[in-house]
């Protein structure tokens, strides 16, 4: 005899149902679904679903401003953006002030040129 645990069974179909939200292509139904999901999913008592449904009520505006976008935008510039600026600060790693760090990041997300030195290393 089988036994399934009715919990887990329940939270793949929540989440399985919410992969139909990115079918829409109307922010207004886009946003109603959304809401009916996390009415749903909030009234389920599974826990970790209910966490996603409040972070996804939190952040609600933003993620509907995806369907005003109509999707034309791409978030891979942002994501570029953030990388430099990690590996800028990587580098940086042992400046004594975060002055020289602030200065190191705009130098290399700006392209500003490298100021002139007393010395020259090779």
């Not at 645990?5 to 886009?30: I, K, M, T």
């Not at 004594?96 to 200065?103: G, L, N, Q, V």
């Amino acid at each position: 005899m089988l036994r399934y645990n009715l919990q887990s069974v329940r939270g793949y179909l929540l989440r399985e149902d919410f992969q139909r939200f990115w079918q829409y292509v109307s922010p207004c139904w886009a946003g109603k679904f959304l809401d009916e999901w996390c009415t749903r999913t909030m009234r389920s008592k599974i826990e970790p679903m209910k966490k996603v449904a409040r972070s996804l009520r939190r952040h609600r505006p933003l993620i509907l401003n995806w369907f005003r976008a109509k999707g034309a935008l791409s978030a891979g510039a942002v994501e570029g953006l953030n990388n430099k600026a990690k590996l800028t600060t990587r580098k940086a790693y042992g400046f004594r002030t975060s002055k020289a760090a602030e200065i190191a990041l705009y130098h290399t997300l700006g392209h500003l040129p490298e100021p002139n030195f007393a010395h020259e290393f090779c």
